[in-house]
């Protein structure tokens, strides 16, 4: 989950296509060991952006580009009748009918695709989540796709993390700026079944060259110790500093021991 403008589709694409053809995104960070067939079902972005954003990433590829069998895709302006609300068993059966073969289904986005009921009472996401059992028992993951609240937390009832593997949320670091294009922070709220290094956070940024798509990654650690650096030059303390960035002292202490071990802070 992520605010609005942050990244998910672009995201959600890239894995969409990532898992169709077997690979890795994220510099390696997230792989598919194999091709799978994908059904990615959008709510809301226009078909014109979907294929321009799909086209960009086809031609990043190394790969020969992806089968019209592993990668399918139902989006709204091409039904006659709107898409159907997930959120009921008609709907939901709407969907099983494209479901043949099918290894990862994406919904993009949960609001947008699933209309019945609030989302802030658990009782409506129920009929969802008994879907998505059925669908996990017949070997098809699920990668649901939401927006944040204000607080930063997924919007709605926290009833959904309950049979959820993995929760990733998309941030904008403090210091985004707009004219950058994506650039976010992945964090992992819950990761069932890894943990170490594959659970650390990370900032993506994606950047775009003669109509390429190319993301770049690095750890969050060394994004905080840039950051730290920065405002260290410009004469703050380590108690303002941690007022700037939100970072325990502790955190700054050990960046700043870090930084000056390896020669990139003089005192």
């Avoid at 009748?81 to 008609?90: C, E, I, V, Y």
């Amino acid at each position: 989950h992520a605010p609005r403008g942050v990244g998910k589709t672009h995201v959600s694409l890239q894995v969409a296509h990532t898992v169709a053809m077997g690979g890795h995104m994220f510099n390696g960070k997230w792989t598919s060991d194999r091709p799978h067939k994908v059904l990615f079902v959008d709510g809301e972005m226009p078909l014109v952006v979907m294929q321009e954003r799909l086209a960009k990433i086809i031609n990043s590829s190394e790969s020969e580009g992806v089968t019209e069998d592993n990668l399918l895709i139902i989006t709204p302006d091409l039904q006659d009748r709107g898409l159907p609300d997930l959120s009921t068993p008609q709907g939901q059966q709407t969907i099983e009918e494209h479901l043949k073969d099918v290894k990862l289904l994406i919904l993009d986005n949960y609001s947008a695709l699933c209309r019945h009921g609030r989302e802030n009472e658990s009782e409506s996401w129920i009929p969802l989540q008994e879907w998505f059992l059925k669908l996990r028992r017949r070997g098809i993951a699920v990668l649901l796709v939401h927006h944040s609240n204000k607080n930063g937390g997924q919007r709605g009832t926290s009833r959904k993390e309950d049979i959820l593997d993995t929760v990733i949320t998309l941030r904008k670091p403090d210091n985004y700026d707009p004219r950058e294009g994506a650039r976010f922070e992945v964090h992992y709220e819950k990761a069932r079944g890894f943990f170490g290094g594959e659970a650390a956070p990370f900032e993506a940024s994606l950047k775009e060259q003669s109509g390429r798509f190319l993301w770049q990654t690095r750890a969050l650690e060394e994004c905080q110790l840039e950051k730290v650096l920065d405002l260290k030059k410009e004469g703050l303390t380590q108690r303002e500093i941690a007022l700037e960035t939100g970072l325990s002292p502790a955190t700054i202490n050990r960046r700043l021991k870090e930084a000056k071990e390896k020669g990139n802070l003089d005192e």
